[in-house]
């Protein structure tokens, strides 16, 4: 049984979070999911969700799943230096990290990402760029897999990205059952992406 | 600016829920989004996401969205009367009713649906008939329209129905916008459905 945190903040991206979080939710056998923010209480999602945190100091422990949305609050955040050490902290100890979105962005800036593939929203692929020109950004790509660091392309891609990981993790017959459970037409190809070349 | 309701229940489907309010919540200029339950509170989904709700005796006045998930609470709310008697007097008074998965099944114990098309999980296909053998269920469907009652099909078909339904409210430009946004592969055709035939 692993743990998933996934982490929140002020104006997150719903379906960053709740994408991944159906999908790993339905295996109750092996993830125990928890909703952690800096202080606790309850954080708002950009579309007005009010969802109850634990504060960032009851985690204790290691070999955790570490979930990073995106969304518009991560532009405060790319420069909240407490913030990224705690992200950089949880994210040391975790067995892997999915990010979602600009999720990677803000991820980005732990430094973890250095020299490593990753790919990120494609509207706001050029701002990855910029913020951390360091990482080997890759823009067609529905998600991408180094190491135990998974990444993901815009909002609904953290749900292929998720059964790609339950696919890694637990086989691919685990995943696409998984799929076909909540009719949902899984990107099997990480390769797949409409979008990447919507914008220059 | 239309409210949309969302009506929690201990046990709903996460993303039954967070599909189509991902989709709406970012239309602000047209969706004021409300997340209700009989008593209000924190009410958890099946997934563990703790949501902060609103007491239904919060609600007055007419003309709303009104969302319905499915999801494992359904079972028993099937026979709960007072709870269907409420979910009648909302739909009654609803501009437009979107529901998803066994939300459908749900929904159709108000007698709204009664000889009207509509769709629901393909999995639990039988069991929308069974209990509910006077609505006009079509299989293979992502999602019906039958007037100004928007049905799909299971968990993940309710993002393809709330563009659709927004394709028909604001212009299928925006729809199609909003998709690419959250780089979603929007499934245009409501007779899209892979998952009918896997079923008997």
Request: glycine share 8%; hydrophobic share 40%.
């Amino acid at each position: 049984m692993k743990n998933v945190i996934t982490m929140l903040f002020q104006n997150f991206e719903t379906l960053d979070v709740f994408g991944p979080v159906e999908i790993l939710g339905r295996l109750k056998d092996h993830f125990n999911l928890r909703f952690i923010s800096q202080t606790g209480g309850v954080i708002n999602s950009t579309q007005n969700v009010p969802v109850v945190t634990e504060p960032l100091s009851v985690l204790s422990g290691s070999g955790h799943v570490l979930l990073i949305p995106g969304g518009l609050g991560v532009v405060d955040l790319l420069r909240d230096e407490q913030y990224i050490n705690d992200l950089k902290s949880l994210a040391m100890k975790a067995e892997y990290i999915l990010t979602v979105c600009t999720g990677s962005i803000l991820f980005s800036k732990t430094g973890l990402l250095k020299g490593k593939n990753a790919t990120a929203n494609k509207r706001l692929f050029s701002w990855a760029i910029q913020e951390s020109p360091e990482v080997q950004w890759i823009k067609k790509a529905r998600w991408v897999k180094d190491g135990n660091i998974y990444t993901s392309s815009g909002v609904s891609a953290g749900m292929d990205m998720t059964f790609g990981f339950i696919a890694d993790l637990l086989g691919h017959q685990v995943a696409k059952q998984s799929s076909i459970e909540i009719e949902y037409d899984w990107k099997e190809d990480p390769g797949w992406d409409l979008f990447a070349d919507l914008y220059r």
